[in-house]
């Protein structure tokens, strides 16, 4: 079974400061790894995705995230925030399901980024 | 592109009652997804199907839900003798391959 843990429930960062949002994923079999982004009263919205390949993945509006399989992380990361950041971020694993023909995300609890003016 | 499309974004429905949900997925994605998120939690897969077969079904989807994609192409989520623990966000998501790709999700409050 899959699961995935975000460290941080919220994260309060000043603007055009770096940020940092940690995730952590077990599993038996090898991954594909997602963060998604919802805004308030919004479905969501994919940020950026590993499948394989170079381990830094870069995503839109400025954020990436690198996938390390010793420590199984895959932590997002941006430079500097901006207002319109502020958001709840969710990271979610998938494994392909052969018999169903299925990828099945299994999300985090989420982390809840307020970008302070 | 037109995105992954669900309504009613919104739905208020008394106890005992029943609702249904439809989504709309991207054109030329075969796979559709059901999830359901609660308040401060991440969302959790209820159902899948692959063009109108549904191939798989989560515990969480009790006998009193049941979805539907005639034709493979749009679906419905119907849910009878509604509860409030059903009180949730409903997302609907497709895919063609590896991505899966949500929509605006449909709000349930019952009361």
């Known amino acids: 079974a899959q699961s995935v843990t975000q460290l941080d429930s919220q994260v309060p960062v000043f603007e055009e400061a770096p940020v940092e949002l940690r995730c952590n994923y077990s599993?038996?079999?090898?991954?594909?790894l997602f963060w998604y982004v919802q805004y308030p009263n919004q479905g969501l919205q994919l940020l950026l995705k590993?499948?394989?390949?170079?381990?830094l993945v870069k995503g839109i509006n400025g954020f990436e995230a690198e996938f390390n399989k010793s420590q199984t992380s895959f932590h997002l990361r941006k430079p500097s925030v901006h207002i319109s950041d502020t958001a709840e971020y969710f990271c979610?694993?998938?494994?392909?399901?052969?018999?169903?023909?299925?990828?099945?995300?299994?999300f985090g609890k989420g982390t809840k980024l307020s970008v302070i003016p | 592109d037109t995105g992954v499309s669900q309504n009613p974004r919104h739905k208020i429905t008394k106890r005992g009652q029943n609702v249904t949900f439809r989504c709309d997925p991207i054109?030329?994605?075969?796979?559709l997804y059901w999830y359901r998120q609660t308040l401060g939690q991440g969302p959790e897969f209820l159902t899948y199907?692959?063009?109108?077969?549904?191939?798989?079904k989560s515990r969480l989807l009790s006998d009193r839900f049941s979805a539907e994609r005639p034709k493979g192409s749009f679906s419905t989520l119907e849910i009878q003798r509604t509860e409030q623990g059903d009180s949730a966000m409903y997302l609907c998501?497709?895919?063609?391959?590896?991505?899966?790709?949500f929509g605006e999700g449909s709000w349930l409050t019952v009361v």
């Open positions: 054109s030329e994605h075969n796979r």
């Open positions: 599993s038996s079999v090898s991954v594909y």
């Open positions: 590993y499948l394989s390949g170079s381990t």
């Open positions: 199907f692959q063009n109108e077969a549904q191939l798989e």
């Open positions: 998501a497709s895919s063609s391959l590896d991505t899966i790709y």
């Open positions: 979610a694993v998938s494994d392909f399901d052969s018999g169903a023909g299925s990828y099945q995300l299994t």
